[in-house]
């Protein structure tokens, strides 16, 4: 089965500062996807960013973007410029067609933003 | 208007009683999730139905049980509560053929916060 793994329960960064968030999963399949998906107070799920493991190429979405490694199986998300409104809990996730159709979360880490 | 709606937000109850919590989508989407989050575990999947005919046990299924009315419809159930299942609870859709620039996203509600006393 597949596992996911955030080492991190807590971060904290200064506003606009850099914070990189680790993730780390465990799979056989060699076509998948990995997600990153914040949580504010909230409580809403909200995507912020996808790769796909067929592509070489890092995602980016603005401030956001993963530092992907398929061989050494870790997924991170780097937040540039920290932003007051970036405190949440992060979660990784992953799904592959060929493992059920399923989304696997890992644990969470909680990102505080410092003024 | 949200996609994904769920009903009731918040909700106390007692031990032993039986609880619904519903979810409605309008994405059209087929496949519907219910998943239930503790601190430190991340997301769990309970049950998931990817038609209203298909129904699927989750990672933690035991103590629920699922309801798919129709396409839009699709309702979690606890018979008897339990103190252990004071949790949040979401439910997510997707797509069942997005393309590739979709695949394996999901969409979630706004989440239930269930408390059992």
């Known amino acids: 089965a597949q596992t996911v793994t955030q080492s991190q329960p807590e971060m904290s960064v200064q506003e606009a500062e850099t914070v990189t968030l680790s993730c780390t999963y465990d799979t056989s399949e060699s076509d998948y996807y990995l997600f990153w998906y914040k949580q504010p107070p909230s409580r809403q799920m909200i995507l912020v960013i996808r790769q796909e493991a067929y592509k070489q190429q890092n995602a980016t979405e603005n401030r956001f973007s993963v530092n992907f490694q398929k061989a050494a199986k870790s997924f991170s998300l780097k937040i540039s410029d920290s932003q007051l409104g970036d405190a949440a809990m992060y979660f990784c996730?992953?799904?592959?067609?060929?493992?059920?159709?399923?989304?696997?979360f890992g644990g969470g880490t909680r990102l505080m933003v410092k003024p | 208007d949200a996609d994904v709606t769920q009903t009731p937000r918040n909700r106390i109850t007692k031990t032993g009683k039986r609880i619904m919590l519903e979810c409605s989508q309008t994405?059209?989407?087929?496949?519907m999730y219910w998943y239930r989050q503790d601190p430190g575990l991340g997301l769990r999947l309970i049950y998931y139905?990817?038609?209203?005919?298909?129904?699927n046990k989750g990672e933690i299924s035991d103590g629920y049980s699922v309801s798919r009315q129709a396409q839009a419809k699709f309702s979690l159930s606890l018979e008897s509560a339990i103190p252990n299942q004071t949790a949040l609870y979401f439910c997510?859709?997707?797509?069942?053929?997005?393309?590739?620039?979709?695949?394996?996203?999901?969409?979630f509600g706004p989440g239930t916060r269930l408390t059992v006393l």
């Open positions: 994405k059209g989407h087929d496949r």
């Open positions: 996730a992953y799904f592959s067609e060929n493992a059920g159709n399923m989304l696997t």
């Open positions: 997510a859709t997707s797509d069942q053929e997005p393309g590739l620039a979709g695949a394996g996203e999901q969409f």
């Open positions: 139905s990817f038609d209203v005919k298909d129904i």
